[in-house]
């Protein structure tokens, strides 16, 4: 069974040399400064205690908004309110006959309620349990580090990836990918297990298939243009949300995501943590995944998404109530 990678591993927003794009050590902390280009260095190459202070007293805190308390997992419950925020994410399920939703080697049986222990996950079906298996490759050590991007081939893969957002106008992961690799492109990924870093989706995807599939590129990531011109079209009933920046308050450690990309409660989620530029572990959890065993374990239920914020101690359900949630607590 693959395990939780403890967060307190995860490198964020180091500062790399061109030449590597693996970090040097690990940090658990993100810079309360946003990247400007009017951002001097200090007159003294050393820092003062005193300012170390200041720095300290300046970086911003977080807590749950005021009032506020964990909502009870609803299964398949849609908020009235989002109804069509839902059906309008539901589109890529279509449009992308269904990739993400399932891991690699999904098989699927039915069997007596007694084969399946109470404290394991499976769900219920007419009188009988659902026993789900996939064929997991091999287990990175570490988070694959991705800035924007190439969801579907984690879900598939059932990778946990320390994810980057860069929306349009975003003011620290754009120039944080540019000053590693050097170009304005997205999405670009950092594999801190191998030293390997790379640009275009294509590449990608086939790389990770290799190093932790079974090299086997899925049918809806390997189409070229048809790929494209479907992941397009599965963006329609959006119309755009998830892409343009939204300020915000910069947390000091990444939050955490347990969710899968064939989800239209997940993908809700995903758009506003892009919006408000806010790094996060995506837990990727999706049918067939060993990690729901773990999520269930954890919290005595299974229901994606399920948010877990280290910066206030947060841990909760619910798509609507964790948008609401992350809006209340980072935007500015």
């Known amino acids: 069974m693959a395990g939780v990678i403890n967060v307190s591993q995860f490198p964020i927003l180091r500062t790399f040399s061109r030449r590597s794009s693996v970090p040097a050590g690990i940090r658990t902390s993100i810079p309360a400064t946003r990247a400007s280009s009017s951002e001097t260095p200090p007159s003294s190459g050393a820092t003062t205690a005193a300012t170390r202070g200041e720095e300290q007293e300046a970086a911003p805190s977080f807590a749950a908004p005021a009032g506020f308390k964990t909502p009870e997992p609803k299964r398949f419950a849609v908020r009235p309110d989002k109804g069509l925020d839902v059906a309008g994410a539901a589109l890529a399920l279509f449009f992308r006959l269904g990739t993400g939703v399932f891991l690699n080697g999904y098989s699927v049986s039915f ?4 084969e399946i222990p109470a404290d394991q996950y499976a769900l219920e079906l007419a009188g009988y349990k659902v026993k789900e298996t996939s064929k997991l490759g091999p287990r990175p050590e570490q988070p694959i580090m991705i800035y924007e991007f190439e969801r579907e081939i984690v879900a598939v893969l059932d990778l946990d ?24 492109q997205f999405p670009y990924m ?11 989706s294509d590449a990608i995807i086939k790389y990770l298939v290799d190093k932790y599939g079974d090299g086997r590129v899925p049918l809806m990531l390997s189409l070229g ?68 065993q773990i999520l269930y ?20 359900f619910e798509s609507a109530e964790i948008i609401e949630y992350l809006t209340a607590t980072y935007a500015a």
């Open 111 to 114: 069997v007596s309620k007694d």
């Open 161 to 184: 990836v320390l994810f980057y957002p860069c929306p349009r106008n975003g003011p620290n992961f754009r120039p944080k990918a540019v000053e590693l690799g050097g170009k304005q």
């Open 190 to 200: 950092v594999d801190p297990n191998t030293g390997v870093s790379m640009y275009e």
């Open 225 to 292: 243009l048809l790929t494209t011109l479907t992941a397009g079209f599965a963006m329609i009933g959006r119309m755009g949300r998830g892409q343009s920046y939204i300020p915000s308050k910069l947390p000091p450690k990444p939050l955490e995501l347990w969710a899968y990309e064939g989800s239209p409660f997940c993908k809700l989620v995903r758009e506003v943590l892009v919006e408000l530029e806010l790094p996060h572990i995506y837990r990727s959890c999706a049918r067939g995944s060993p990690k729901r």
């Open 297 to 316: 374990a954890k919290t005595g239920h299974f229901q994606a998404p399920y948010l877990e914020d280290p910066n206030t101690g947060v841990q909760m």
